[in-house]
């Protein structure tokens, strides 16, 4: 007798905002890890999995490694803080920098087997795995993934003109200059 299949949801946080990136049908939530850490991470990234169960879990992202302060000599990190923040600090206060830091990045996945599969994103892709079928994230709309892919501002530019396209009555929402600016983006390159 073969498990029941699960939809996972992969959310990712900068500790301010909480995005979904995508949706993922497995077996088990380690399979889901697996995969999202595969499909999002960089191999080279640095994460610790906080104890979750089998419905719910972190991956905390080691955003330390990633700080403009990360390796800086004591008296560089309080110079450039100084800068950066309009503050005094003294040398001798340099671990305060770390201390009230709310830096924080994780991978959040969770079960929710009441959501449908398909997640359609502003990149044109449907970002849905079925790991048993070994489906993978394709494009919806390949002009708009290819122009995402191509640049963030030819991204934008092809949603835009999308949305017109498929909302005509939206038109009237952006600006003339806005408008020929999209088009104009989509013509370079």
Known sequence: MTEKTNLYRIYYSDGNNRDELGRVSAQEIDQAV???VKQYFNPDLEYEEDAGDNEHL???IDSC???EYYGLPDKEKVELFNENTGENLDIEDVDL????CEVSEYIEITLDNDVEPEYNTIYGV??????EVETRPE???PTLAAAWKDSPQKGVAAL????IEENPELEEGFSPELIQKSKEALKLG
């Open 97 to 100: 920098i770390c201390e009230y």
């Open 126 to 131: 449907n970002e849905y795995a079925d790991l």
């Open 34 to 36: 697996e995969y999202a």
């Open 58 to 60: 972190y991956l905390r």
């Open 139 to 141: 494009p919806f709309n």
């Open 160 to 163: 835009i003109l999308n949305t």
């Open 65 to 67: 490694k990633y700080c």
